[in-house]
């Protein structure tokens, strides 16, 4: 079985700090991890992946996120938010051969000027 | 690119009609696709995994005779709420895998809103 946990429903941060979005996961076998991004009334746009190897994992706009698989974490990050960064964000773990995605509850974030 | 689309982007109706959602990949074919639903609010739950060609797979409490799901070709599946009641009232969102490994990427549509009165 595998679940995801987003800690977190709402995360408030200022434009130019630094943006910290925090996953857990448990998954009986290897983890794929995924970061979403979803703005209002739009579908999900994938922001990064981790399947194999490196485990700092860098993706688009910006944002990175680093696999720990002895803290079952796969928090995501940006140096510097900007104001376009306001959204929901989820994490996903998938495993095995089915490619089905198990999502966390989300994260909004909320970018102040 | 990978784009995915969905028809209608919203729609109401009248409780039990029947509605039928389109999901359509543009520029890829995709072998197994997924669609979820989103409460307000909340995530995305799966609802089924769809292989072209073959029956749906449904997760558990979702209910395949409510939940029509028509994996017609390799860029086009199709979700028909049946006698739809206003708890079906959802955000549904479609997904296709482009590539044919199962670590390989979904692509979401933008999601249909279904209000039923």
């Known amino acids: 079985a595998q679940s995801v946990t987003q800690l977190g429903s709402h995360v408030s941060v200022s434009e130019g700090a630094l943006v910290l979005l925090r996953c857990n996961y448990s998954?009986?076998?290897?983890?794929?991890l995924f970061w979403y991004v979803q703005y209002p009334n739009q579908g999900l746009q994938l922001l990064l992946k981790?399947?194999?190897?490196?485990?700092l994992v860098k993706g688009i706009n910006g944002f990175e996120a680093e696999f720990k698989k002895s803290e079952t974490s796969f928090h995501l990050t940006k140096p510097s938010a900007h104001m376009s960064d306001a959204a929901e964000y989820f994490c996903?773990?998938?495993?095995?051969?089915?490619?089905?995605?198990?999502f966390g509850q989300g994260t909004t974030l909320q970018v102040k000027p | 690119g990978a784009v995915v689309s969905q028809h209608p982007s919203w729609v109401i109706c009248k409780s039990g009609t029947s509605v039928k959602i389109e999901c359509r990949s543009l520029d890829f074919q995709a072998t197994t696709m997924f669609w979820y639903r989103q409460f307000p609010k909340q995530s995305l739950m799966l609802m089924a995994t769809s292989n072209e060609g073959s029956k749906a797979t449904y997760e558990q409490g979702v209910e395949k005779d409510k939940f029509l799901i028509n994996h017609a070709s390799l860029t086009l599946s199709t979700l028909t709420v049946t006698s739809a009641h206003p708890e079906d009232s959802s955000f549904y969102i479609c997904?296709?895998?482009?590539?044919?490994?199962?670590?390989?990427?979904?692509?979401f549509g933008p999601g249909t809103r279904l209000t039923v009165l």
């Open positions: 981790y399947t194999t190897g490196a485990t």
């Open positions: 998954s009986s076998v290897p983890p794929y």
């Open positions: 997904s296709f895998i482009k590539g044919a490994g199962f670590t390989d990427t979904q692509y």
């Open positions: 996903a773990v998938s495993g095995g051969n089915t490619g089905k995605l198990i």
